[in-house]
T-cell receptor
Framework: DTGVSQNPRHKITKRGQNVTFRCDPISEHNRLYWYRQTLGQGPEFLTYFQNEAQLEKSRLLSDRFSAERPKGSFSTLEIQRTEQGDSAMYLC?????????????FGPGTRLLVL | GQQLNQSPQSMFIQEGEDVSMNCTSSSIFNTWLWYKQDPGEGPVLLIALYKAGELTSNGRLTAQFGITRKDSFLNISASIPSDVGIYFCAGRISPSNTGKLIFGQGTTLQVKP
């Protein structure tokens, strides 16, 4: 399978705990995106990387959130001191920027439930 | 923030019927993408559009990039039960070097056999 993979698929945690999610993009893709999706809504952009550089962060990404892509391959998204409002599906997407055309392919997501 | 207005919000149709859904924006877009999402899964790309006026098909699916660059539609012909799911439009604002996508609220499609 050469698609985008995410781990874990599901995570249940208690409020105040830290959680970390991993995303492995399609191997030749240079861009990696994180989105958050709550029930009944479309995905919302959080942040993205081009190779190892984090180029943009949404205002949705509070100080408790941090993302890394240390070697320009896989990425991690960490949420510190989780809150119940963090419960959502966290989606990763990757793309290969070629000129003006860029198509993002999504992983299966990590569903987070904060109790 | 930026928003896409996607309609209808939901549709309940008979198998074999054609379906149409659309997205509009107040901003000009340089890319329109259509995705389908099943419960508990990530969005799966259906069609990508990069030029105003572009009309692209993928099997029974046809999508168009509006001439004004502020809208797009998706048609599904001869619907079948496996078409059930949530369809999202997504776009990239022009001009922009960022690749981030803005998503519509989704259209939930139910097909009655």
């Amino acid at each position: 399978d050469t698609g985008v993979s995410q781990n874990p698929r599901h995570k249940i945690t208690k409020r105040g705990q830290n959680v970390t999610f991993r995303c492995d993009p399609i191997s030749e893709h240079n861009r990696l995106y994180w989105y958050r999706q709550t029930l009944g809504q479309g995905p919302e952009f959080l942040t993205y990387f081009q190779n190892e550089a984090q180029l943009e962060k949404s205002r949705l990404l509070s100080d408790r959130f941090s993302a890394e892509r240390p070697k320009g391959s896989f990425s991690t998204l960490e949420i510190q001191r989780t809150e119940q409002g963090d419960s959502a599906m966290y989606l990763c997407a990757s793309s290969l920027r070629q000129g003006a055309q860029e198509t993002q392919y999504f992983g299966p997501g990590t569903r987070l439930l904060v109790l | 923030g930026q928003q896409l207005n996607q309609s209808p919000q939901s549709m309940f149709i008979q198998e074999g019927e054609d379906v149409s859904m659309n997205c509009t924006s107040s901003s000009i877009f340089n890319t329109w993408l259509w995705y389908k999402q099943d419960p508990g899964e990530g969005p799966v790309l259906l069609i990508a559009l990069y030029k105003a006026g572009e009309l692209t098909s993928n099997g029974r699916l046809t999508a168009q990039f509006g001439i004004t660059r502020k809208d797009s539609f998706l048609n599904i012909s001869a619907s079948i039960p496996s078409d059930v799911g949530i369809y999202f439009c997504a776009g990239r604002i022009s001009p922009s070097n960022t690749g981030k996508l803005i998503f519509g609220q989704g259209t939930t499609l139910q097909v009655k056999p």
